[in-house]
């Protein structure tokens, strides 16, 4: 929860200097491995230095970060001869990309978080974060796929997994619609978890029992070295709730999991998600 607010809360100083908010994942000691400025765009890429240590990875994500940094430079370029006023007073777009390190997993998954912030001119600047998983032995890039028996589109894996996302997603909103609302309604009676989850059209439309649809997913830490404690998944503002809501993290533990689990998921996951986890 203080990890949400906290990005609200950066977010909404963003808006007020026009600039977007850095990722609250954001290590303090990490140096940008990227840092633009043109008459256009001011650009930064931050690698966490914990991310540094496995082969390859550091690599991967500077080459991924140069595209952005390209990218993001053209962007500001074309608008700036497209819109000069735009940019009067010295005004440039700014782009942030951040990378986190989230956990290191049966000695060869590193997961972590991309977290970018931009704003290019419009009403507020914008967020977005998803998830990388690192093969350190086969110096890839990985999905969760091989951690579960089936991963099918609208299978019995996804189909079951959504519904705990969704589920962990009225959780949360639920709590913010209470702390949101006037003094004398906070003890109007809410409906249950499962209730909202059905019945609300962000969550439904925000998670999907599809792979790619039904939020960035992470490797939670765990209370045991070398395991997980399950699945977090990161949704970005808008994804599941309004903009002002900001974004959502929320847990699904490995024990929900289990019946589903290959061997090879069985063998990476253990144990609870650590106090300081939940804090974030």
Known sequence: MRHTIRRTILAAFAFVIGLPAMP???????????????????????????LKAYAGLAADLLAEGRRFADKARAEAEADFKSHPGDFRGDKRWTYDRVYTFRSFVADRYVSLLRDDGTYAGGAHPNSNTDTILWDVTAKKRISVRPFFNETADNGPT???????????????????????????????????????????????????????????????????????????????????????????????????????????????????????????
Do not use: C
């Open 24 to 50: 609250a994942n954001a290590e303090p000691d990490s140096k940008p491995v990227i840092e633009l400025k043109t008459r256009a765009a001011e650009i930064s890429v931050t690698i966490d230095d914990k």
């Open 158 to 280: 996804l189909t079951a997994l959504t519904k705990l996302v969704r589920r962990a997603v009225a959780v949360e909103k639920l709590v913010r619609m209470k702390d949101a609302a006037p003094d004398e309604e906070k003890n109007k009676p809410q409906p249950s978890a499962d209730e909202l989850a059905q019945k609300d059209d962000w969550i439904q439309r925000g998670v999907l029992p599809q792979l790619l649809k039904i939020g960035p997913i992470s490797l939670a830490p765990s209370t045991v070295a070398g395991k997980s404690s399950g699945l977090t998944l990161h949704f970005s503002a808008y994804a599941v709730d309004a903009y002002a809501a900001g974004p959502y993290t929320v847990f699904v533990p490995w024990t929900a999991l289990r019946p589903y689990l290959s061997a090879e998921g069985a063998a990476i996951f253990g144990g609870d998600r650590p106090k300081s986890d939940e804090e974030q």
